[in-house]
């Protein structure tokens, strides 16, 4: 990302552009995942346009450990980029005279 500077400005926004549309695709694929999912799970019938108590509850309980799971796999994915990134300096560090 640090070199994205140092393009010309109009390669810089259709980078920009780019990236979110990358942001948004990501985001609505984690949305059709924890749709299809949940539902499949927690929906077991269509007797009634409306979802009962159960139901409701269950997709609640999905949805919010869908998204602390995915939280968590993005945290841990920043750390081993962090520590991939320290690993690279030091490697660089002690291979500088």
Known sequence: ???????????QQEFMKYLE?????????MYNRLVERCAEGCVTSFRS???DKHEISCLENCAGRYIK???????????????????????AAQGSP
């Not at 799971?69 to 490697?91: C, D, I, P």
């Open 1 to 11: 990302m640090d070199n994205v500077g140092n393009l010309p400005p109009y390669q």
């Open 21 to 29: 549309q990358m942001q948004l695709k990501d985001s609505l694929t």
């Open 49 to 51: 346009k409306t979802l």
């Open 69 to 91: 799971m995915t939280q968590r796999v993005g945290l841990r994915f920043a750390e081993h980029q962090a520590m991939q990134q320290k690993r690279a300096a030091e490697a």
